[in-house]
Nanobody, 125 residues
Framework: QLQASGGGLVQPGGSLRLSCAAS????????SGWFRQAPGKEREGISV???????YYADSVKGRFTISRDTAKKSFYLQMNNLIPEDTAVYYC?????????????????????WGQGTLVTVSS
């Protein structure tokens, strides 16, 4: 099970930290990531941390967002800085425990089979 938290309302230029707590499996054995879906748009990959610690970011968030993992706390995080209105979306955390499809990029949501519930991030003044 994955439990996402940390969303909320923030002004442009502000920061938020999303958390995803895992239970029932060993988090650092698998690739995990953050995805988002804005109204009327498809779900997109934002950032992924692989089991070996490699990280990937969508171009739209590079330099502003940072993904991290705390094995002892069985959690991974997304630090979001310098938020802009275009970041407004429901954010989801996910892990590929082996049931995801084979995809060409680690940011493809189809590659993940275990999803947490979404947490809403609204960037507005």
């Amino acid at each position: 099970q994955l439990q996402a938290s940390g969303g909320g309302l923030v002004q442009p230029g502000g920061s938020l930290r999303l958390s995803c707590a895992a239970s029932g499996f060993t988090l650092d054995w698998y690739d995990s990531g953050w995805f988002r879906q804005a109204p009327g748009k498809e779900r997109e990959g934002i950032s992924v941390i692989e089991s070996d610690g490699s990280t990937y970011y969508a171009d739209s968030v590079k330099g502003r967002f940072t993904i991290s993992r705390d094995t002892a706390k069985k959690s991974f995080y997304l630090q979001m800085n310098n938020l802009i209105p275009e970041d407004t979306a429901v954010y989801y955390c996910a892990t590929n425990t082996g049931g995801g499809l084979r995809v060409t990029t680690p940011l493809d949501p189809l590659g993940y089979d275990y999803w947490g519930q979404g947490t809403l991030v609204t960037v507005s003044s």
